[in-house]
């Protein structure tokens, strides 16, 4: 069975830099497309980042361009979401979130993916 386990998460100020991890399990972690997703109360999940399971193609929302870092360890079965120059505006809910390759075709539409965490909250204070 599909188990996502996000981890990272905490409090920092504004400018300041963190780094999710999500540690995966039960499926072939090379077929599924992987992405992060936040979460804000009364607003839709937003998505983030996600990778092509080829661990090629990076997709970022426009918000987090040229700050946020997703990477993946094919090893360890892990994907990392690295936050830089983080402000309020990132404080969120943050989920991973893993679909079969074939099956995404908008890689931050959150209809697309199958499974997911519990998410790790971020807080960004100024």
């Known amino acids: 069975q599909v188990q996502l386990q996000e981890s990272g998460g905490g409090s920092v100020q504004a400018g300041g830099s963190l780094t999710l991890a999500c540690a995966t399990s039960g499926y072939t972690f090379s077929s599924y497309w992987m992405a992060w997703f936040r979460h804000t109360p009364g607003n839709p999940q937003e998505g983030v980042a996600a990778?092509?399971?080829?661990?090629?193609?990076?997709y970022y929302a426009n918000s987090v361009k040229g700050r946020f870092t997703m990477s993946q360890d094919n090893a360890k079965r892990t994907v990392y979401l690295q936050m830089n120059s983080l402000n309020p505006e990132d404080t969120a809910l943050y989920y991973c979130?893993?679909?079969?390759?074939?099956?995404?075709?908008?890689?931050?539409?959150?209809?697309?993916?199958?499974?997911w965490g519990r998410g790790t909250q971020v807080t960004v204070s100024s």
């Open positions: 979130a893993a679909a079969p390759i074939g099956s995404v075709g908008r890689a931050l539409s959150r209809y697309q993916y199958n499974y």
């Open positions: 990778i092509h399971p080829g661990g090629g193609a990076v």
